[in-house]
């Protein structure tokens, strides 16, 4: 193949078809995928001599409006720098976020002006990793993790398949979704094979935002109009009220579901924690990446059940709350989180907003599953998680599939 037949299509569809294999092999790998997808994308837009990306009609087509916040929280996290509590630290990981994270914001505008032959290549790329991670993750379960332990000799930190893949389903979950909304039919399969990893891999987030996000898709589904209102609605106001919500559920939870689980305790004390240096610093945060460093957060603390028995140990905050809405008020302060409440409330409208109605409950699903895995989770600054979201927004658009009245689809079939 030479250069000149070289386009979007091979770079997204490689990625396709590699993320969701290393998402569960070795999801640290996703981050130097997304940047090697990066740059041959530029290569390749570059190549094509690009006009500047037409300003879309109507509030369907919602890119150009994401740059405000989006390019708005890579402003204010450079501000904060100056006060961050992670000196150095903060800077090299803002400039790393940075290096990657600005390009795909071009990129992102880039794609809605693939053509259909490029198209057609992603959608069957995505099909075709998503059903071979989703396989390969159940056979796994099924052997124990045969092909980690006996074929590749991985040491599991706990002595068993479950800790090797325990990011697993933060990847291929948000690809079962895409190849649902790629497949020509027979959609629903991935759902559902989605549903059965949820299920059988050890992520209890993970599980619990599959599940609700398949609410969402049903909601969508019955209700479009009103979920259109309801799902930006509900994440923007989940970033914005966090320290007083995961505050108000502290007691009933730890009554309800925590005497005796220890995992369960020791996430709502650091959310207790976190909970404490917001309200110091409502305003400013603690700076960019600033959760690594917070005062106190090393210190070692009893976890005990609701009758004062010791049940484990652990630390005031162990790099970051597992919550992605706790870490950005606790860094950010309330301009980062109203900044990322613009950009949750963006994609669940854009995602509701499609024509049809599987389309944009597939839409609905994927955003969701997305939102509650970052919300309950990971660091969001980790580089493999941030790499995943840019991976995904690359081929969200152009691995969907057209739908009458669907004037973006339509109209992607020229290039430029």
Known sequence: MTLSRFHYGHVLGAAAMLAPVLGLFAPL?????????IVAAIVVDLRRKPRTPLLPNGLAGLDWPFLAPYLGLFAWAAISLFWSVDGAGAITKWASLAVAGLPCAYLLLRTRTLDERERRMVRRSVCIGAALGLALALFEVATEGFILIDLLGVESPNGNYTGLVNRAPAVLLLFAWLAAAAAQK?????????????????????LVAYGIAMLVYGGVMIAPGIMRVLLPLAMAATLLLAPMLFSAIDKPVRQIMGDGNSSIIHRLEIWEFTNNHIRERPWTGLGFNGSR?????AERYILRNNDGQMIG?????????????????LELGFPGALLMAMLAALAGYRAT?????????????????????WLLSYG?????????????GLLAVPSRRPVE???QANGAKASP
Request: glycine fraction near 12%.
């Open 29 to 37: 790998m996703v981050a130097p995928l997304a940047v090697v997808v």
């Open 186 to 206: 027979g959609g629903w399969a991935f759902v559902v094979a989605g549903a059965g990893m949820a299920y059988a891999l050890p992520s209890e987030s993970a």
């Open 405 to 407: 009245g669907d004037q």
């Open 313 to 329: 140990q652990g630390d005031r905050l162990p790099l970051h709350p597992h919550n992605g809405a706790m870490q950005i008020w």
């Open 353 to 373: 907003s499609r024509p049809g109605r599987h389309a944009p409950a597939m839409a609905a699903g994927l955003v969701t599953t997305a939102f509650l895995i």
């Open 380 to 392: 969001i600054w980790q580089s493999w998680w941030v790499s995943t979201f840019m991976l995904v």
């Open 293 to 297: 460093q917070a005062p106190g957060g």
